[in-house]
């Protein structure tokens, strides 16, 4: 998929099929005041909306679509693909930006950090994208950062993580630390009087500086103890060791931040040594519908994840989001946490770039504090002055036919802290 011109996704019928099929899905978002409309309207002048040379025509803008399409990280970032290319053909349904169709040039980061940033400059330098939307693990993200602040592009990254970094040049539409680690260690702490705690993550810095800051948390405020703490390689499928580690520790709660398909593994083999997860408690902050995809349902039933987006969130906008989704991409495919913050990527940049007229980079960094998204399958999310987003952080409980029952939810939106004091 590397150097395509146009992928945008291609459903079954013609093209004016699938538009009609996309408007009835989104018929009446919220965050949209005007009626849809099938063909742009004429926009603002280029020059006028274009003033640092991106690749945008009267007619035209084009973004890019960064993630992995293949390698071990393929699990989690598909759906992520599918969730920018849904909003972008619904944005385009309704006319575009700035009276603009948006082309997409997708890149594959192939699980692979340094390819990330090679990607991530050919996207900025040679095709001009106006937005890029893409990277899953913070490591392909600190790869391309200092590629998108060289060369003064906008990143939109989809994934929660760890916090401890703010840029002119990201928006953040994920959780970071204190709206996901630090609240689904103080739920189960609540709710289950867990003391004692297991850390097993991949190695790489998001599951490193997460279970860092979970230690400190457990410690200092939880008044707990970490009884283990593992890590192992991207891609890495036996776990028999670490399990038999785990069952003579016996901690409270398992504390999961594996992430690819190094997944399907560990649950798997977690559930053959006899570990009842019913009974077993087990947080993840990792695990998605996406990945539970390939673990299988009745491999992880029992367990909870710590996420702020489950696809059985009932609110009108979830409904006509899994509708609209289930329609392109077929009744079976599944929407995890990171492919509806994935979603909120287009529809963010489009909003941002109506309310400061003009596609600039630095005029779109300046004007998205504040940005609303009241169409937000998650319900509805506004953009905080540090390029994270208000979110509601929700916790759900792993069902054998692969979704989650929301069992908690913030009463307020959450506000972002990137750099936590006493954390960093």
């Known amino acids: 998929m590397s150097g395509e011109k146009d992928s945008r996704p291609r459903a079954e019928g013609p093209d004016s099929s699938l538009r009609r099929r996309l408007l009835m899905g989104m018929a009446a978002l919220p965050a949209m005041a005007a009626a849809p409309r099938l063909a742009a309207a004429a926009g603002p002048a280029t020059a006028a909306v274009n003033t640092t040379g991106l690749a945008i025509t009267d007619s035209e803008v084009t973004v890019g679509i960064l993630h992995s399409v293949t390698g071990t990280m393929a699990i989690s970032e598909t759906g992520s693909i599918q969730a920018e290319k849904l909003a972008i053909e619904q944005i385009n349904a309704m006319g575009g930006v700035l009276g603009r169709r948006i082309k997409v040039i997708q890149e594959d980061g192939g699980s692979d950090w340094p390819t990330f940033a090679e990607k991530a400059k050919k996207l900025l330098v040679n095709d001009k994208c106006a937005a890029v939307f893409g990277c899953w693990t913070s490591a392909s993200r600190k790869a391309v950062l200092p590629v ?67 230690r400190k948390h457990i410690e200092a405020v939880l008044k707990g103890r970490v009884v283990g703490e593992e890590y192992f390689p991207l891609g890495h499928t036996q776990f028999n060791s670490v399990i038999n580690k785990i069952k003579l520790s ?23 040594a ?6 077993q408690a087990l947080m993840t902050i990792s695990v998605t519908e996406d990945e539970i995809d390939g673990i299988g349902g009745e491999n992880i039933a029992g367990a909870f994840a710590c996420m702020k987006y489950f696809q059985s969130l009932q609110n009108e906008n979830n409904t006509r989001f899994v509708e609209a989704f289930h329609r392109m991409w077929g ?3 599944v929407i995890g946490d990171v492919t509806q913050a994935a979603y909120l990527g287009p529809w963010l940049w489009k909003l941002t770039a109506e309310k400061a007229e003009s596609f600039d980079v630095d005029k779109i960094a300046a004007a998205s504090a504040g940005i609303e998204f009241k169409g937000a ?30 069992i908690y939810e913030t009463a307020e939106l959450m506000e972002p802290d990137p750099f936590p004091k006493g954390y960093q």
């Open 148 to 214: 998108f602040e060289q060369y003064n592009g906008m990143l939109y990254y989809p994934t929660f993580y760890e916090g401890l970094e703010q840029s002119k040049n990201v928006i953040y539409t994920g959780q970071e630390a204190t709206q996901q680690i630090l609240a689904g260690l103080n739920w189960i702490n609540k709710e289950r009087g867990s003391k004692s705690f297991f850390l097993i993550g991949s190695d790489y810095i998001w599951p490193r500086t997460s279970n860092k800051i979970a």
């Open 250 to 272: 016996k901690p409270d709660v398992i504390f999961a931040d594996v992430v690819g398909g190094s997944n399907v593994a560990f649950y798997k083999q977690l559930k053959a």
């Open 274 to 279: 006899g570990v009842d997860l019913s009974r």
């Open 331 to 333: 009744p079976k495919t």
């Open 377 to 406: 399958p998650e319900g509805y999310v506004r953009i905080h002055p540090n390029h994270h987003l208000w979110s509601k952080t929700r916790v759900g409980r792993a069902r054998t036919d692969g979704q989650f029952d929301v």
